[in-house]
């Protein structure tokens, strides 16, 4: 029988005993290796039974066994140190206190945390991420509010049927027995949040409260009895259901965020936020709430809109258009229309928002990207894809000027990074750790401690695989007769290989097979052996990506190379720290441009690891030819099967006479000399680079004061600079049809051009409505192409040489030519105004109808 409701009783810790449940329900045990040993001397076999989770721990500890902690004035001492620690690191003044000018507080929005698997909310990078940026904002004291969704069932957990089959389960989870706080009003009863939907229907949803260090973290759940059926499932797993679904659950993260924000601020007196970061689309409708909140106030909505624009910070994370949630325009008018309309927030005007090309659909990454002033992706190389793809919103502008800037992702070294590679760092060097810096002194770690380490992780890594491996093996129905040979898989001294990630075909999981004979004579080389882990999920919708696993588990199968290369189903955050921490090599090879970012490479890296990559992503910016391995990429090859040929043989040759043969040089005492000095160039050359407090540091820098600056003048003497501000937005926009580039003329340069000489020029611009204070007229100059565009052309104001009675304005400037070469330039319009965060905010440019002055001739 099953039973009808779940939940967990929690105990009653004596009162001696009272920080430990202050320690449990901080998050902050999850990167803080002194607590969880404070937690394992609980009951150390308890401790490994129920995976390192401290609430399931007290769940199930023996009374007695309390009671005898309690009388333990050793353990009482360790308690009560661990205790002031942690008060002290959530009340100490951090980096962040020093910024002047500094935003109170920052909301920021996700689908999905990966925090620690005792709270399993998070599916892949994008989760991860997110619980890399509020640890770290922790550690820094940025004080971040996060808003979420709290999953009854996460999102799944993986086994593999006995033909090699992704299998899907949805465990329930309850609440009561996380890490997790219910929200309640002065007089007890648990906070509400309402959404109204269509046809008289009202979602409902409680708030729990993860605490993740100093930072909040805020989950919706509603699976709340005020709910009928297909409302109380709207939070039931993550990336699940249909359309409506899907829309449900994003109404409620941002729509229902912002409600819990508010109530949350009300009751324990938190600093309202000024800056609101979206991560990704799923979460854009909370631009939209913000506009009705200032709009039923004292706003118009254009007025709201600017105020809201200006702060807000959108970043986005997918390099393709399939990767971006779309609804049908009629879904999005039931939920915002008709009787349930708001009626300070025009439907009309919300479509507008999210409008795009293909007619008919709202798209979610584009309405986030209208309601941010700020935007960026997540590496250099996905800045630019971004630009290409979201360039129709910027018609006119250089790709260049498309404002969609970029903060390559970054990762949370105290959650990846092995415990003895952070004692050998805090050891030898300090001020790594204290101020994250000083790590040229990596140089000077002795090669026998960093490979003694190395060789532990490694030997970590087998024993854990070993475990997962035996676990899979029976759930695919072998009996322990049948898995003797297991207990040799792998091998604590063999050359060792990571692959670990999502299963969406670009990421290529099995292009390592291309080749099988090849790749076989690689994991069995008699002198240079390969072993190689994988792990991966597919999402459950996903036949493509399930049969590329099936592929690869039949291969692992084989009696001839199952010791040599296996696949761990469930791949989660525990083994995720197993295999970046034990894997000598991460191997990534996605098709490129189609890598966002990606951060196991840069853990890995922190560990010692070395990268076999693909140069996409993080990795395409960073690589210096000395850091690891750059799969050579077939870009000009259209011929996918042919591309995958190639590549996949390239990273064969890779693995056989560069990575191999280093990895075996050994030096007289056994030690290899050059993998070390490999080893120690990536951690000099990456280290700095790939920690997540160098990627807050760019937020808060470049976006998050920017943006708090912006919110708080317009916002200032009620709202007075944002009334301006939209004032002159929709006057220029109306006035714009009659702005015009009428002339360019140019002089000083003769017949034959020559490098150091400066061109006059001199523009007619016809302003319409406009005043030349509305505007900005500049030159843009530099080297042209065969279509004699210009190429990262140069830009410079042209002064003001006096205004018509018929409103036409004439400019003049000096464009040095300052390059040989084909040369060209053109003047442009574009709206100027003190509070645009760029010259391409509005959209709109003028430019001559035909190329003004263009000058293709050589200067010599």
Not at 58 to 74: F, I
Not at 317 to 324: E, K, N
Request: hydrophobic fraction near 40%; charge should be negative.
């Amino acid at each position: 029988m099953r039973a009808i409701r779940r939940f967990t009783v929690r105990t009653v810790l004596p009162t001696e005993l009272a920080s430990l449940g202050e320690l449990v329900h901080n998050l902050r045990w999850s990167w803080h290796p002194e607590t969880t040993d404070l937690f394992a001397e609980v009951d150390p076999r308890l401790w490994e039974q129920v995976g390192h989770d401290p609430v399931a721990l007290l769940g199930a500890v023996d009374h007695a066994r309390l009671a005898e902690l309690a009388a333990d004035r050793r353990f009482l001492r360790r308690l009560a140190d661990a205790a002031d620690d942690l008060r002290e690191y959530m009340t100490a003044p951090r980096w962040y206190q020093t910024l002047p000018d500094a935003a109170h507080a920052i909301a920021y929005f996700s689908p999905e945390y990966g925090i620690a698997a005792a709270l399993p909310q998070y599916s892949g990078g994008l989760g991860i991420l997110a619980g890399d940026h509020l640890k770290t904002a922790s550690d820094l004291g940025v004080p971040i509010l996060a808003v979420g969704l709290l999953y009854r069932h996460g999102y799944f957990t993986q086994s593999l049927s006995p033909e090699g089959w992704q299998l899907e389960h949805y465990p329930s989870l309850d609440a009561g027995g996380l890490p997790l706080t219910l929200l309640k009003e002065e007089d007890g009863t648990p906070v509400k949040i309402r959404i109204s939907l269509p046809d008289d229907r009202v979602l409902h949803a409680q708030l729990w409260v993860a605490q993740v260090g100093r930072v909040p973290l805020l989950l919706l759940d509603s699976d709340v009895a005020d709910n009928d059926i297909a409302a109380r499932d709207v939070t039931d797993r993550l990336y699940g259901g249909g359309t409506d679904h899907r829309l449900m659950q994003e109404l409620l993260l941002g729509v229902g965020g912002v409600r819990a924000i508010r109530a949350y601020c009300r009751i324990t007196g938190h600093a309202e936020p000024e800056v609101f970061h979206t991560n990704e689309g799923h979460a854009g409708f909370l631009g939209l709430e913000r506009i009705r909140e200032l709009t039923e106030s004292r706003l118009s909505f254009d007025e709201a809109l600017e105020a809201v624009r200006a702060g807000t910070v959108f970043t986005t994370h997918t390099p393709v258009p399939a990767g971006i949630d779309r609804f049908p325009v009629d879904m999005i008018e039931r939920q915002f229309g008709g009787g349930n309309a708001w009626p300070t927030v025009p439907v009309e005007r919300i479509l507008a928002l999210g409008a795009e090309e293909q007619p008919g659909r709202f798209n979610m990454a584009i309405m986030g990207m209208r309601l941010a002033q700020r935007v960026n992706g997540v590496s250099e190389l996905h800045g630019a894809v971004s630009r290409e793809m979201f360039k129709g919103l910027w018609p006119g502008f250089d790709l260049d000027e498309v404002p969609i800037g970029s903060i390559t992702n970054g990762v949370h070294a105290p959650t990846w990074v092995g415990r003895e590679l952070m004692e050998l760092a805090g050891r030898e060097l300090p001020s790594l750790i204290e101020r994250a810096r000083g790590w040229e002194g990596v140089q000077k770690v002795p090669d026998s401690d960093l490979w003694d380490i190395r060789g532990t992780l490694r030997r970590r890594l087998v024993e854990g695989a070993r475990v997962r491996l035996r676990k899979a093996w029976r759930d695919r129905g072998a009996s322990d007769a049948e898995l003797g040979w297991i207990d040799d898989a792998l091998d604590p001294d063999v050359l060792t290989i990571g692959f670990a990630r999502r299963v969406p075909s670009y990421k290529r999981l099995t292009l390592m097979l291309r080749d099988a004979e090849r790749l076989t004579d690689l994991l069995l080389d008699s002198d240079k052996p390969v072993q190689i882990l994988i792990a991966g999920k597919a999402h459950p919708a996903d036949e493509g990506g399930k049969k590329l696993i099936q592929q690869i588990v039949k291969f692992a199968d084989r009696a001839d190379v199952r010791h040599r290369i296996v696949f761990l189903p469930d791949y989660d955050m525990a083994l995720g720290q197993l295999l970046v921490q034990g894997c000598d090599v991460w191997l990534n090879n996605p098709l490129r441009p189609l890598e966002a970012s990606g951060t196991s490479g840069m853990k890995s890296a922190l560990n010692g690891g070395l990268n076999l990559s693909i140069r996409d992503g993080w990795w395409d910016e960073w690589y210096d030819g000395t850091n690891g391995w750059a799969i050579p990429t077939a870009d000009g090859v259209t011929d996918q099967d042919r591309r995958d040929e190639l590549e996949a043989a390239a990273l064969y040759d890779l693995i056989e006479h560069e990575v191999a043969d280093r990895f075996y040089d050994r030096a007289g005492d056994g030690l290899p000399r050059r993998w070390l000095e490999m080893v120690k160039h990536t951690l000099t050359s990456l280290g700095p680079k790939v920690l997540a407090g160098r990627m807050l540091r760019d937020y808060v820098v470049g976006l998050y004061l920017p943006a708090a600056l912006s919110a708080r003048a317009l916002s200032g003497d009620s709202y007075a600079a944002a009334k301006g501000f939209a004032a002159w937005r929709v006057r220029v926009a109306r006035a714009w049809p009659g702005v015009r580039v009428e002339h360019v003329e140019a002089s000083g340069i003769g017949d034959a051009p020559e490098v150091g000489a400066a061109l006059e020029l001199h523009a007619t611009v016809a302003l319409g409505d406009l005043e030349p204070g509305d505007v900005l007229v500049e030159a843009a100059y530099g080297r042209v192409g065969p279509h004699d565009e210009l190429v990262h052309p140069a830009y410079m104001s042209l002064r003001t040489d006096g205004v018509d009675d018929d409103g036409r304005a004439h400019y003049a400037g000096v464009i040095p030519l300052d390059r040989t070469g084909p040369f060209g330039y053109t003047v442009r319009v574009v709206p100027h105004h003190a509070l645009a965060a760029s010259r391409a905010e509005l959209g709109l440019i003028a430019v001559p109808e035909e190329p003004a002055g263009m000058t293709n001739g050589v200067l010599r």
